[in-house]
């Protein structure tokens, strides 16, 4: 079997090797077996079910939420000469008809619907007369009302189990924390399938918070250097979103806006622009995003602070997908609380808004980090950086340190004394010594730990736990209210064996963004090849009717700029270069890099 999904990885897609943990998960679902995977944006999770759709009889049905998304899959699947088509609203009844013949005649390897579609009694009745090789369920959090994008369509989907036990199924997202995780298992009746949670670190992404101060003054500084390059700007309300991008065309950038208050027509239009690289920038609301595959999104930048740190983690994951050097900016600012909590108290659901509160008190958090912002932000997800990362504003500058081994010594103690069952909040009223009724009430007040940090600020210690939580010595439990509980690591801190260093508060000065250039495409002495190879590309795609990421890569193209192959056999090492792509395209690219050379001798 390995030599086998080996042989497929390279010829059909044009990689060399797996990524973890992708080919045990791919052994597994060819053998039969339910998988949930957890892999980054950009980490490979489609392999995971593609490559099995190919080595198992029958179809696979993949369940994906949106129209551009399936579009984009397939568009890369066919262009491996892959048999894979989709099923959805934009067809007519004669291209559906089509599809449903490529079903019933077992033309196919892939077919990708939406869980809508999938769950109509006559579309299951069809599919139980066939033979299917497994059904992928993509973007599997939108079935957790933990998840940062609930959908209730999703929900109906854990009676596939029930239904067809016979067919592995394999459920997969980029962002599910803890809870969220459990959560899916339960809905989706997975209960005996093997767990694979790849990590969630981007280390190919910067990530950067600065104050909010004129924003558009910051925001036309970090794109100045940047006009070449694909970006999306993410605000929280339609009129931001149509405020900034006027202001950005004003501006001279290639700018448009994306939101559901658009005309259909009008957002396919900027869609479309944007993946076939006609538009280099989106201004959007969350509306925009989940449905993009494009692979060379240089950065993200939140011109407003997000409502999750979910919802964060899946917007700046939408940079670098290639892997390519990438950058996530994000403006922060007080009323931008404000403005997500209104959003979020704008709902009759009273459970829904008590858990978006509590993620968005996270979100705040992670924005006013003074510890490395990738340690904090895996650590949400439950995914331990033993060091620093290097690469994120807290890394690169800073904040002055200070040893609170004490301190955090008090803060562990409080939060063991009052049983791990209570926020940070009411821990802090019980170390400062609150004299409030819920603290009596509860006798708190006769514990060996009240009052014993009242030498700090309410404030002090607000900062102080924050960064406990950041470095993993205190986890939270949002299904109980935010209450604080004790990770393995803090045994050693309080018996005096670690030593725990913190920063300090920076002082409140609004800094303008420091622009820290690391294009990730084609810089240096490769840079003039890599234009031209991008330009071959644009021609192909567009006479394609494809987006250009569906013919190479901005990887690829980089990989073929700095080696230069002279011939077929050298251009089929390079990474995305499949069998099929090299009798497709192999000669246009071989005559650009020769014609490149011959101008350079």
Same mark, same amino acid.
């Given at each position: 079997?390995?030599?086998?999904?080996?042989?497929?990885?390279?010829?059909?897609?044009?990689?060399?090797?797996?990524?973890?943990?992708?080919?045990?998960?791919?052994?597994?679902?060819?053998?039969?077996?339910?998988?949930?995977?957890?892999?980054?944006?950009?980490?490979?999770?489609?392999?995971?079910?593609?490559?099995?759709?190919?080595?198992?009889?029958?179809?696979?049905?993949?369940?994906?939420?949106?129209?551009?998304?399936?579009?984009?899959?397939?568009?890369?699947?066919?262009?491996?000469?892959?048999?894979?088509?989709?099923?959805?609203?934009?067809?007519?009844?004669?291209?559906?008809?089509?599809?449903?013949?490529?079903?019933?005649?077992?033309?196919?390897?892939?077919?990708?619907?939406?869980?809508?579609?999938?769950?109509?009694?006559?579309?299951?009745?069809?599919?139980?007369?066939?033979?299917?090789?497994?059904?992928?369920?993509?973007?599997?959090?939108?079935?957790?009302?933990?998840?940062?994008?609930?959908?209730?369509?999703?929900?109906?989907?854990?009676?596939?189990?029930?239904?067809?036990?016979?067919?592995?199924?394999?459920?997969?997202?980029?962002?599910?924390?803890?809870?969220?995780?459990?959560?899916?298992?339960?809905?989706?009746?997975?209960?005996?399938?093997?767990? *694979?949670?790849? @990590?969630? !670190?981007? &280390? +190919?992404?910067? %990530?950067? #918070?600065?104050?909010?101060?004129?924003?558009? =003054?910051?925001?036309?500084?970090?794109?100045?250097?940047?006009?070449?390059?694909?970006?999306?700007?993410?605000?929280?309300?339609?009129?931001?979103?149509?405020?900034?991008?006027?202001?950005?065309?004003?501006?001279?950038?290639?700018?448009?806006?994306?939101?559901?208050?658009?005309?259909?027509?009008?957002?396919?239009?900027?869609?479309?622009?944007?993946?076939?690289?006609?538009?280099?920038?989106?201004?959007?609301?969350?509306? *925009?995003?989940? @449905?993009? !595959?494009? &692979? +060379?999104?240089? %950065?993200? #930048?939140?011109?407003?602070?997000?409502?999750? =740190?979910?919802?964060?983690?899946?917007?700046?994951?939408?940079?670098?997908?290639?892997?390519?050097?990438?950058?996530?900016?994000?403006?922060?600012?007080?009323?931008?609380?404000?403005?997500?909590?209104?959003?979020?108290?704008?709902?009759?659901?009273?459970?829904?808004?008590?858990?978006?509160?509590?993620?968005?008190?996270?979100?705040?958090?992670?924005?006013?980090?003074?510890?490395?912002?990738?340690?904090?932000?895996?650590?949400?997800?439950?995914?331990?950086?033993?060091?620093?990362?290097?690469?994120?504003?807290?890394?690169?500058?800073?904040?002055?340190?200070?040893?609170?081994?004490?301190?955090?010594?008090?803060?562990?103690?409080?939060?063991?004394?009052?049983?791990?069952?209570?926020?940070?909040?009411?821990?802090?009223?019980?170390?400062?010594?609150?004299?409030?009724?819920?603290?009596?009430?509860?006798?708190?007040?006769?514990?060996?730990?009240?009052?014993?940090?009242?030498?700090?600020?309410?404030?002090?210690?607000?900062?102080?736990?924050?960064?406990?939580?950041?470095?993993?010595?205190?986890?939270?439990?949002?299904?109980?209210?935010?209450?604080?509980?004790?990770?393995?690591?803090?045994?050693?801190?309080?018996?005096?064996?670690?030593?725990?260093?913190?920063?300090?508060?920076?002082?409140?000065?609004?800094?303008?963004?420091?622009?820290?250039?690391?294009?990730?495409?084609?810089?240096?002495?490769?840079?003039?090849?890599?234009?031209?190879?991008?330009?071959?590309?644009?021609?192909?795609?567009?006479?394609?009717?494809?987006?250009?990421?569906?013919?190479?890569?901005?990887?690829?193209?980089?990989?073929?700029?700095?080696?230069?192959?002279?011939?077929?056999?050298?251009?089929?090492?390079?990474?995305?270069?499949?069998?099929?792509?090299?009798?497709?395209?192999?000669?246009?690219?071989?005559?650009?890099?020769?014609?490149?050379?011959?101008?350079?001798?």
């Amino acid at each position: 079997m390995t030599d086998t999904i080996q042989h497929t990885l390279k010829t059909i897609f044009g990689f060399h090797e797996f990524r973890s943990p992708q080919q045990e998960v791919i052994e597994r679902v060819c053998d039969g077996e339910d998988v949930f995977l957890v892999m980054p944006t950009g980490g490979g999770k489609s392999l995971c079910y593609q490559i099995p759709a190919l080595h198992r009889k029958g179809v696979a049905i993949v369940v994906s939420p949106l129209i551009a998304l399936m579009k984009d899959q397939v568009d890369a699947l066919v262009a491996n000469g892959v048999k894979a088509t989709f099923l959805n609203s934009s067809l007519s009844s004669a291209e559906v008809g089509r599809v449903f013949q490529q079903l019933d005649t077992g033309k196919l390897d892939l077919l990708y619907v939406a869980p809508e579609r999938l769950m109509m009694p006559e579309f299951l009745e069809r599919l139980a007369s066939l033979e299917l090789a497994l059904f992928a369920i993509d973007e599997a959090h939108c079935i957790s009302q933990w998840g940062h994008d609930f959908r209730p369509e999703y929900t109906q989907l854990g009676r596939l189990r029930q239904q067809f036990r016979n067919v592995p199924i394999v459920a997969m997202t980029a962002t599910a924390d803890p809870e969220t995780r459990k959560d899916i298992l339960r809905q989706l009746g997975l209960a005996d399938a093997k767990v *694979f949670v790849a @990590g969630f !670190d981007r &280390p +190919n992404i910067t %990530y950067t #918070v600065i104050p909010k101060h004129k924003p558009l =003054v910051q925001l036309g500084s970090f794109l100045s250097g940047r006009k070449d390059e694909a970006g999306i700007v993410y605000a929280l309300s339609r009129k931001r979103v149509e405020q900034v991008a006027e202001k950005l065309c004003a501006s001279g950038f290639s700018a448009a806006a994306y939101h559901a208050g658009l005309p259909d027509a009008e957002r396919k239009r900027v869609q479309d622009a944007f993946r076939c690289d006609d538009l280099r920038i989106v201004v959007a609301t969350v509306a *925009f995003g989940m @449905g993009i !595959d494009k &692979p +060379n999104v240089r %950065y993200v #930048v939140h011109y407003d602070m997000p409502k999750s =740190v979910e919802s964060y983690y899946q917007e700046t994951g939408r940079a670098g997908r290639d892997g390519l050097p990438s950058e996530a900016l994000m403006l922060f600012g007080m009323g931008d609380v404000m403005t997500a909590r209104s959003l979020i108290e704008n709902s009759d659901n009273a459970e829904r808004v008590r858990i978006e509160l509590q993620k968005l008190n996270a979100m705040v958090a992670y924005a006013e980090a003074l510890t490395c912002r990738r340690r904090a932000l895996l650590n949400y997800f439950g995914d331990q950086l033993e060091n620093e990362c290097g690469n994120c504003d807290v890394c690169t500058d800073p904040p002055q340190r200070f040893d609170a081994s004490e301190q955090a010594k008090k803060a562990l103690s409080c939060v063991y004394r009052v049983g791990e069952r209570f926020g940070a909040r009411h821990v802090i009223d019980v170390l400062r010594g609150a004299k409030g009724q819920r603290v009596a009430e509860l006798q708190h007040n006769q514990l060996s730990t009240y009052g014993i940090g009242a030498d700090l600020s309410a404030v002090e210690w607000e900062n102080i736990f924050r960064q406990l939580i950041h470095l993993g010595y205190l986890v939270q439990d949002f299904t109980r209210y935010g209450a604080l509980g004790l990770s393995p690591a803090a045994r050693p801190v309080l018996k005096g064996e670690t030593k725990v260093i913190l920063g300090l508060p920076r002082a409140a000065v609004l800094k303008e963004e420091k622009s820290r250039r690391k294009s990730g495409a084609g810089d240096g002495a490769h840079r003039a090849l890599f234009d031209d190879l991008r330009a071959v590309r644009k021609q192909i795609a567009d006479a394609a009717g494809v987006p250009p990421f569906v013919v190479f890569s901005d990887a690829t193209l980089l990989e073929m700029s700095k080696v230069r192959p002279g011939d077929q056999s050298e251009l089929l090492s390079i990474t995305g270069v499949g069998e099929h792509k090299l009798r497709k395209y192999g000669a246009e690219f071989l005559a650009a890099i020769s014609k490149y050379m011959y101008s350079q001798s």
